[in-house]
C-alpha cells in the first residue's frame, strides 16, 4: 500500500504564489512518476505537471511558465511551486503517484494512486 498526502494550498490573490507539497509513504520503491492534477468547480480532473523519477517533467499548457514541479528522490517528496496565479488556476489540486507500466517487474503493485486533494483558490 502507498499513502499520498498533500499539503499547501489556500486562499491567494491574483498574480500570488503557492507551494503545494506531496508525500508518498509505505511501499514506494517502485514509484515511478509523481505528479499534479486538479479539478476546476463544475469540470473534468486534469493534468498540471508530472516528473519522472528520471527528471523529466510534463506541464499543461496553461501553466508553463509559471509553475515548476520539483524532482523526487527516494524521500518520494515533490513540491509544486505555483507563480503568477490566475483565477482559472483555482480548484482542487491532487497529487498523483504511478509506476512504470513498461516496467514488468512491478506490474503485480497498484498502477496509480491518489491523494485525497487541497484546495486552491485564486481570488480577481
Known amino acids: 500500500q502507498v499513502q499520498v498526502v498533500e499539503s499547501g494550498g489556500g486562499l491567494v490573490q491574483l498574480g500570488g504564489s503557492l507551494r503545494l507539497s506531496c508525500a508518498a509513504s509505505g511501499n514506494v520503491f517502485y514509484i515511478y512518476s509523481m505528479g499534479w492534477y486538479r479539478q476546476p468547480p463544475g469540470k473534468q480532473r486534469e493534468l498540471v505537471a508530472v516528473v519522472t523519477s528520471g527528471g523529466s517533467t510534463n506541464y499543461s499548457d496553461s501553466v508553463k511558465g509559471r509553475f515548476t514541479i520539483s524532482k523526487f528522490n527516494s524521500a518520494k517528496t515533490v513540491h509544486l511551486q505555483m507563480n503568477n496565479l490566475k483565477p482559472e488556476d483555482t480548484g482542487v489540486y491532487y497529487c498523483?503517484?504511478?509506476?512504470?507500466?513498461?516496467?514488468?517487474?512491478?506490474?503485480?503493485?497498484?498502477?496509480?494512486?491518489w491523494g485525497q486533494g487541497t484546495q486552491v483558490t485564486v481570488s480577481p
Open positions: 498523483n503517484v504511478r509506476r512504470d507500466p513498461a516496467d514488468f517487474r512491478y506490474s503485480e503493485y497498484d498502477y496509480e494512486y
